[in-house]
C-alpha cells in the first residue's frame, strides 16, 4: 500500500477500532499487542483517547489546530496524518496511559514497536508507529511473551473466569473459579476485556450478593501508580482551560483526562490567566 499524503487517506483502508479512532493494518495490530501486553502485565487495558486521536483527517487537523493554535501541529504535518518527517508514521494518543508508571508505559510501547517522546512540548500519551503501519508486523497475533516475575501486582490473565454486574452497573470481574475479584470501572476497559475473552460468562447479580462474594473470595486493589508518576493538572482560574505541566511545559488535555488523572492521584492546583500565559510562553520556547 502507497501511503497518501498527510491527512488524505481515505478512511475505508484503514481498520476501524471503533468511534473516530481508525489506523493502518500494521500500526492497528501493534496497537492490540501494546494492549494485550498491559493487560497481561499490570492487569490494565489501554484506551485510545476520544476524538481523532488515532489517524486524523486534514479536516480534523484544520480544526484542531484553531482550537489549541501554537499547541497544534501545522494541518498537514500532523504525526497523526499518516506521515511525519519525510516518513510513514501513524501516531496514537493514549488515555489512561498513566494507570502505568511512565517508565512501564515506555518500555511495553517500545516492545510494540511504538516510539514515545518525539513531539515538543512533550506529550507522554502520544506515541508513534515509524514502521511501515501498512504492513502486519511478523508475530502480531502472538499471545505477548510475560514475565510474571517482574511484576508487583498480582498475576491477572487475559481469560476470565466470569464478570458480574451489581445493581449500581458496577463490574466485577474474576480470574479463576473461587478466585478473589477485580473492579472494572472505566467503560472503554470492559470492552476491552470483552473483546479478548470470547464467550465470557458474564451474571447480573445484586450489590448484596456481589458484595458477600467478594467477602468470601476476596478483592484484588486495582493497581495505583505513586503521585510522583504522574504529570500535575493544572487549571485556569475563571477559564476552563486545563493542561498538564510537565518538565517540556504545559500540554493542553480535556476536562475528561484531567478528572482521571486527578483522581489517580496526580497533584492538581489553579492559576491566574496571566500566570498560566507565563507558563505557555517558556513552554514554547523550550519547544
Request: net charge positive; proline share 6%; charged share 20%.
Amino acid at each position: 500500500m502507497t501511503n497518501h499524503a498527510n491527512g488524505r487517506i481515505p478512511l475505508d483502508q484503514l481498520v476501524h477500532l471503533g468511534g473516530e479512532h481508525y489506523l493502518p493494518p500494521g500500526t492497528a495490530a501493534r496497537w492490540k499487542w501494546l494492549q494485550q501486553a498491559a493487560w497481561e502485565k499490570y492487569g490494565i487495558w489501554l484506551v485510545i483517547t476520544p476524538g481523532w486521536n488515532a489517524y486524523r483527517p486534514l479536516n480534523i487537523q484544520i480544526v484542531y489546530k484553531a482550537k489549541y493554535g501554537v499547541m497544534a501541529a501545522e494541518a498537514g504535518k500532523s504525526s497523526h496524518g499518516g506521515t511525519y518527517g519525510g516518513q510513514i508514521v501513524f501516531a496514537i494518543d493514549v488515555q489512561n496511559w498513566g494507570a502505568l508508571s511512565w517508565a512501564r508505559f515506555a518500555a511495553l510501547c517500545r516492545l510494540a514497536g511504538f516510539t514515545v517522546d518525539f513531539v515538543k512540548p512533550k506529550e507522554l500519551w502520544h506515541i508513534g508507529d515509524f514502521n511501515n503501519g501498512w504492513t502486519v508486523p511478523a508475530g502480531a497475533a502472538d499471545a505477548p511473551q510475560i514475565n510474571h516475575e517482574t511484576t508487583r501486582r498480582p498475576r491477572r490473565r487475559s481469560m476470565i473466569t466470569a464478570a458480574y454486574r451489581n445493581d449500581d452497573g458496577s463490574i466485577a470481574i474474576q480470574r479463576d473459579p473461587n478466585g478473589p475479584l477485580v473492579w472494572v470501572k472505566d467503560p472503554e476497559e470492559w470492552k476491552g476485556i470483552v473483546a479478548a475473552n470470547p464467550g465470557l460468562y458474564a451474571a447480573q447479580v445484586s450489590n448484596a450478593w456481589l458484595r458477600a462474594h467478594m467477602d468470601k473470595w476476596g478483592e484484588v486493589p486495582r493497581f495505583t501508580p505513586p503521585a510522583s508518576a504522574l504529570p500535575s493538572v493544572v487549571t485556569v482560574i475563571n477559564a476552563k482551560d486545563q493542561y498538564i505541566e510537565t518538565a517540556a511545559g504545559l500540554a493542553p488535555i480535556d476536562q475528561e483526562t484531567a478528572s482521571a488523572l486527578v483522581a489517580r492521584g496526580a497533584v492538581s492546583y489553579a492559576v491566574s490567566q496571566g500566570v498560566a500565559k507565563s507558563l505557555l510562553a517558556k513552554s514554547l520556547q523550550k519547544s
